[in-house]
């Protein structure tokens, strides 16, 4: 069976000038029989093009916050840190994604980079901007099942989970605010804050709020994610002129 080429993006470290990537990323993709390939960070188009190119599919990862001029705010005191050459390069290659139908996995970051690149609007900071939110930035154990979610029946994620309700880890202070059309919710956190989203008509456009990658070795619906990215990839790899 062919293995589908999956671009992974990766984190900037400004004070060590080096970019990163942590391993469950990886090894979650190499699970579902992909291979994962670091993306450059950079502003060019030619090569983000070049890049896609030579994939099957792609991962967005988690990491700085969006700058708010994504969706068209000024930032906030609560909003965290920003990262401008990665906003650049992540929303260059979800609008490729989206356009060329390539399948992907949009993780914590890359959910908030889904919902700026579809016209989408998100809370800066959940718990001081959604009063009487779950505490959602738990950041002291990874893999820790901190709060329920709700799959709807007839998404994607339920069709990968095959459940109305999961556990997850959550590791965001961040959340979607303003639904575009062109979205579909697909989850939803105890309070009621959407943390799964899908793009009707595509592939595999899957966005979630958690970090699966982290759960993905103990928790089979969390490893089915990349399974299904992958088995995507596959799909779309095949259908290539």
Partial sequence: ???????????????????????????????????????????????LETALAGLDGVVFTGGADPSPSLYGEETLPVCGETDPLRDQTEMILMRRCVDGKIPFLAICRGFEIMMAAAGGTLYQDVETQ?????????????????????VLPGTLLYGLTGRTDIRVNSRHHQGAKDIPDTLLVSALAEDGLPEGIELPGHPFALGVQWHPETLSSAHPEAQRLFD??????RNHHEARP
Avoid at 16 to 41: S, T
Avoid at 228 to 233: D, Y
């Fill in 1 to 47: 069976m062919m293995k589908p080429v999956i671009g992974v993006t990766p984190s900037y470290d400004a004070e060590h000038a080096r970019c990163q990537l942590n391993r469950d990323y990886m090894e979650a993709v190499l699970r579902a029989g992909g291979v994962p390939l670091i993306l450059p960070l950079t502003g060019d188009e030619a090569v």
């Fill in 130 to 150: 959604r009063p009487g939110s779950v505490f959602h930035p738990r950041y002291e154990v990874p893999a820790d099942q901190v709060h329920g979610v709700t």
């Fill in 228 to 233: 299904g990215l992958c088995q995507s990839a």
